[in-house]
Every structure is written in structure tokens, then in C-alpha cells.
């Protein structure tokens, strides 16, 4: 079911004195155990005042609000009732985080803070990073402030507590985003209002209040399986499912019966042709010069032309006519006819020649012919 109504559009502030009409946008909120779709979605309008879209999956429903005003008043609703449910921050809410080389392990924090203070840089949050496997802090301090025009000097900075250093953007992780909360994937925890799962019992609390002794082994809530909910290889990992199988389109059902397309030769027809010699019967015959095959059919044609018999006696003969004489070419050329049309082309060949223009040579063959109509 997709309930769906007119899109709100907001104005963007722009320039002194102009405004643009591009939309801003605002992320999905889902919203887990729906028992009154219908209902819910025309309360939220109704607080809202915005005409809102949704869809539903299974028993969740995904609102789109179209404007930031609606996703914080949804928002606020969903943590004042309770409700379970997820969905991501706004883009001018979104923290630019980065990461410091080179600095001591030992450095405090508040003392990377205050001298980046003296670069016009806010931070908001500085901490050291450790190691996964063995615990040990590393020469990595995370960075996280919010995005500003002054903030992202922060990249440009090459020294800190007489120290060199490298500052580059956090690197994203490897697979999927997962929730540290409901261990869920494609959403952070900051975020989320699910029931809280453990990532190392599957229990139902939060990762830090966990009792589980070390020595226990783990158990995932999401497969149930003796590892942590966040190994990449957990069969419920989205990385790790089956990649659905495309369709046949060359499997055709007509009342009930399964007719599918015979699969294509392994070979080519026309590559085997190539390939295999000719037979002798579809040789091409060889080229004979035009001069020599005259002579051939000649010396044929005189070979078996037959002999002429004689009539019979009591046979009329019937009088032979005199061959005409073929006019001699040369002669009709000198004919006074010729000669003068001959002269004619001449003329329009100097006319071409001799004027540039279309409307000139046209007025130069009337002339032309009006004086010979005259004469």
C-alpha cells in the first residue's frame, strides 16, 4: 500500500534578494509494530500539517516528510510515545570527521582542541583511537566537527603542538553500516528508538551494560550463532546473503506446460563453413582473359560447324538481294547539318565559360536563341 499526497517545497536561502526553488530534503523515517497504518499516518498529517507519503513494509511504515519541520516534529513524536524506529540525520546536521597522524599517543585531547581553536577550527568532539584485537591506543586522534567553510582548514593544516602531522577523512568501514544499538544494518544508533539487543550475549540491554565474562563465548542476535553480532561473516550480514537469480525470459508456459528456448549451438555455422575446404564441385571456375576465350569459342564454332547440302534439284531457288552498304561514318559527320549543330555546342560552351552567373548565361542563350529564330 503506498499512501501518497502533494510534495511540499521550501525555498533554499540564496543570495540577497533571490531565491531558489530547489527542495530540501529531508531523510525517511521508519517506524517498527504499525497496528494502525491509516490512522497514524493521518494523526502525523494532522500535527504536521504537511500532506505526508508512506509505504509500507510488512508491518513497518516508512514516512517521507518532505520538509525538515515535519521530520523533527515526527521525530519528537515517535521518543515522547515510545514508539521503535529508525532513520538519519538531516544534511546540514552531518559531522565532518577526520583523522590526525602523527601525533604522540599521549596527547590529551583538550590540548589538540584548544590548538585548533587558534586556527579558527570548533571541534566538537577529539578522542584517541585504539586497536580492535589487542586494545592499545594508536597515533590516531578522530576529529569530529560540524561542516563550515572555516572547519575545512582543518585539512590544510601540516603542524600541531610542534608536532608534523596528517590530517585525512575517516575511512569508511568495511561492509554495511551497522546500528550499535538494535545491531540492525543501513542505520546508526544516534538515530535509532529499537529495543537495544548486545552485540556479544544477544541479550536485551545495551553493549556497555554487558556482564558477559570474556571466557563465555559469544552469541549473535541476529543468527543466533557463537559469534559476535558484528562478524562480517555472519550468514546474516547483508554482504554474505544469496544474490537473488535473474529470470528466463526464454522459459515460456502455455496451459501449464514448460517450453524453454533451446540453448544456442556451441558453435558457429558460418565460422565451420569458413573453416572446412571446399568440395571439388563448388570450386570456382578459373578467370579466362576475354581475348583468348574469343578465340577458344571460334576455333570451337568452326570445329563442329556442319557441312551445307546442297538442295535438291526439283527445289525453287529463291534469288539472292544485294547487301546494302553501311553509310560511312566520316561522311555523315562532314553532313552541313552536323557541322552547324556542332558549332551550336561550341557556342554554349563558351557562354559557360565566359559569363559567372547563372542569370547571365541564361540571358546570353536567349539572346543567343532569339537571334537564331530571327535569322
Known amino acids: 500500500m503506498d499512501v501518497s499526497g502533494p510534495s511540499q517545497q521550501q525555498t533554499r536561502p540564496g543570495p540577497v534578494g533571490v531565491e531558489t526553488d530547489s527542495k530540501r530534503y529531508a531523510p525517511p523515517i521508519t517506524i517498527d509494530n504499525v497496528k494502525n497504518q491509516a490512522a497514524l499516518l493521518k494523526h502525523l498529517q494532522d500535527i504536521t500539517k504537511v500532506q505526508l507519503q508512506a509505504q509500507l513494509i510488512g508491518t513497518r511504515m516508512k514516512i517521507f516528510p518532505q520538509t525538515p519541520y515535519a521530520y523533527h516534529i515526527i521525530r519528537r513524536y515517535i521518543n515522547d510515545n515510545n514508539l ?29 582542541i584548544a590548538e585548533l581553536k587558534a586556527h579558527n577550527i570548533c571541534v566538537e568532539e577529539c578522542h584517541n583511537m585504539t586497536n580492535r584485537k589487542t586494545g592499545a591506543p594508536m597515533p590516531l586522534f ?49 538515530y535509532c528508538t529499537r529495543a537495544p539487543r548486545c552485540v556479544k550475549c544477544a541479550g ?40 537473488k537469480e535473474k529470470k528466463n525470459n526464454n522459459i515460456k508456459q502455455v496451459d501449464g506446460t514448460v517450453f524453454a528456448s533451446p540453448p544456442p549451438p556451441a558453435s558457429n555455422a558460418w565460422d565451420s563453413r569458413s573453416t572446412t575446404p571446399a568440395n571439388n564441385n563448388n570450386q570456382k571456375p578459373t578467370l579466362i582473359p576475354r581475348q583468348i576465350a574469343l578465340a577458344q569459342a571460334k ?16 527445289s525453287p531457288q529463291l534469288p539472292t538481294s544485294p547487301i546494302p552498304d553501311i553509310p560511312n561514318i566520316f561522311d555523315q559527320l562532314r553532313d552541313p547539318e552536323v557541322i552547324d549543330l556542332f558549332n551550336s555546342l561550341q557556342t554554349f560552351i563558351h557562354i559557360a565559360k565566359t559569363h559567372k552567373t547563372r542569370s547571365a548565361r541564361l540571358s546570353a542563350l536567349y539572346h543567343y536563341i532569339y537571334n537564331d529564330s530571327v535569322q
Not at 86 to 107: C, N, Q, W, Y
Not at 209 to 231: M, Q, R
Not at 299 to 314: G, K, R
Open 84 to 112: 521503535e524506529g529508525h532513520t538519519f540525520s538531516l544534511p546540514e546536521d552531518k559531522k565532518l570527521r577526520a583523522v590526525i597522524r602523527g601525533l604522540p599517543t599521549d596527547t590529551d585531547p583538550s590540548e589538540i
Open 142 to 190: 578522530i576529529i569530529i566537527c560540524r561542516k563550515s567553510i572555516n572547519n575545512r582548514g582543518l585539512f590544510k593544516i601540516k603542524e600541531l603542538n610542534n608536532m608534523k602531522i596528517v590530517v585525512e577523512i575517516l575511512r569508511k568501514k568495511y561492509g554495511p553500516p551497522q546500528c550499535f544499538r538494535c545491531q540492525g544494518f543501513f542505520h546508526s544508533s544516534k
Open 204 to 243: 536485551d540491554h545495551l553493549t556497555k551494560a554487558c556482564t558477559k565474562d570474556i571466557k563465555d563465548p559469544a552469541k549473535c542476535c541476529l543468527c543466533e550463532g557463537d559469534h559476535p553480532a558484528s562478524y562480517l561473516q555472519c550468514p546474516k550480514n547483508p554482504n554474505n546473503m544469496p544474490k
Open 299 to 314: 576455333a570451337h564454332n568452326q570445329a563442329v560447324q556442319p557441312v551445307p547440302i546442297s538442295p535438291p534439284s526439283q
